[in-house]
């Protein structure tokens, strides 16, 4: 329930600080996030995002390299960012280290191989605290834009 409060909070609300894209745009998504009914039981806690091994990874946001270093045989980098929010990424090469400081946009870290989805991709979570967060919640939403009604495609052949 603490999961989804503080997920549905994040959501509402955008960062009080500049967040930027772990990889450029767009983004895609190879595995949503998926909570955990609770801590210890299985489930998705971050989201996986598509992207060729070597793609540079950004840090979202400016903050302090938490850690970066193998954990059980993958890289990780993990960046503590303002308001008690702590970022994590794998697998990867980090190109920083433990307690630099990093801001929004720096490359921080190599894309590596690893074996977590079919495809390569970047695993991408957000703690706040010892509570998984959606991370998508960080990136700022698009803003609707209403086009005038000519501007509508007209449909194709049988309706396409």
Do not use: K
Request: net charge neutral; with cysteine; proline share 14%.
């Amino acid at each position: 329930m603490t999961t989804l409060l503080l997920s549905l909070l994040l959501a509402l609300t955008q960062p009080a600080f500049p967040v930027v894209r772990p990889l450029p745009a767009p983004l895609s998504v190879a595995r949503w996030w998926d909570p955990p009914p609770t801590p210890y039981a299985a489930g998705h806690r971050g989201v996986d995002l598509a992207a060729p091994v070597g793609a540079e990874l950004r840090a979202v946001a400016a903050g302090r390299v938490h850690h970066a270093g193998p954990v059980v045989g993958r890289g990780v980098l993990s960046l503590a960012l303002p308001n008690g929010l702590r970022t994590t990424y794998e697998p990867v090469r980090p190109l920083v280290a433990e307690g630099e400081q990093v801001v929004a946009g720096q490359v921080v870290a190599v894309l590596t191989d690893g074996s977590h989805c079919p495809a390569s991709c970047l695993h991408w979570g957000l703690l706040a605290g010892e509570v998984y967060l959606n991370p998508l919640t960080l990136l700022p939403r698009p803003t609707p834009r209403l086009l005038p009604a000519g501007h509508l495609a007209e449909p194709g052949p049988a309706g396409e």
